[in-house]
């Protein structure tokens, strides 16, 4: 009673509202949806789907066009992938991670423009700087490549990268969703992982927060109010992270959700959950 009274205070004089989260649409029919990403140019969602195993080289990957509104518009709109993942534009280029190689897509084509092999073991989500570098996390191996110049190589390797998954630049810095530390067989980890940011031009890492473990965390986007937006995928979560680390769950999801994208004027997180095979749309609301 304490408690529920303590609540209606914080809302009716605070003018706090808990977290909300209200599905607006969902669309199935994809083959492992690992990243999805909005094309504000063109007012179109790409959507990776690995199809194969994560990590077979076996030639049957691709990426889909779904509408805003959830409709799905080409299921395979660019093949020749073997198991695509991470995504993120730099222009009208539209690039790919996948296994062992950045891709480059022209999207007014729907193209394969560019192949860039790499000493790599399980590319994951890439990200561009404001010098229009393209990064990209080898979860597996602790490292992070860098594509420069037209040339791919690594940038930066260390156990403290806590296998890197999703990736994004803000203010000089590039900052690491960390999946943990001893990847078991399961995929899970011994020590789950947390936010950390690394410094474009020291390399120096830093923890976001304590450095205290949050989970197996995957996509990371900006929630447009200085937090960021994770999700865990063993656990299947989204959370919400506070820029002093703090970590607030705001929806218990299916194990499998990825790599999201964020719209902030809508609030709309869209997750591809990718052991079900579709995406879903979510509304957000409340504290932040």
Not at 45 to 64: C, M, Q, R, T
Not at 212 to 235: Q, R
Request: glycine share 10%.
């Amino acid at each position: 009673m304490i408690r529920l009274q303590l609540v209606l205070f914080s809302i009716l004089l605070l003018g706090w509202s808990p977290a909300t989260a209200e599905e607006v649409w969902s669309l199935d029919g994809f083959k492992a949806p690992e990243s999805v990403l909005f094309d504000a140019k063109r007012n179109v969602f790409y959507v990776s789907n690995i199809v194969g195993e994560p990590a077979g080289k076996d030639g049957v990957g691709y990426l889909s066009k779904v509408s805003p509104d959830g409709k799905l518009q080409a299921a395979e709109w660019v093949t020749g992938f073997n198991a695509p993942k991470g995504l993120v534009m730099k222009g009208d280029t539209l690039f790919v991670t996948d296994i062992d190689r950045l891709m480059a897509v022209d999207v007014e084509s729907g193209q394969i423009t560019g192949t860039w092999p790499a000493g790599a073991q399980f590319l994951n989500d890439p990200a561009v700087d404001e010098a229009g570098r393209v990064f990209a996390s080898d979860m597996l191996a602790n490292r992070i490549y860098v594509l420069d110049n037209d040339a791919l190589s690594v940038w930066l390797e260390s156990e403290d990268l806590l296998h890197p998954n999703g990736l994004r630049v803000e203010h000089g810095r590039l900052l690491v969703a960390g999946w943990g530390r001893d990847i078991q067989p399961d995929f899970s980890s011994k020590t789950p992982g947390h936010l950390i940011a690394i410094d474009l031009n020291t390399k120096v890492i830093s923890d976001i927060g304590s450095g205290e473990p949050v989970g197996n965390l995957d996509g990371l986007e900006s929630d447009g109010a200085g937090n960021w937006l994770v999700t865990d995928w063993v656990a299947g979560a989204l959370f919400r992270i506070h820029s002093d680390g703090k970590v607030e769950q705001l929806m218990d999801l299916n194990q499998g959700s990825a790599d999201l994208e964020f719209l902030e004027e809508k609030k709309l997180a869209i997750i591809p959950m990718m052991m079900d095979g579709k995406l879903v749309a979510t509304r957000l609301g409340g504290a932040t």
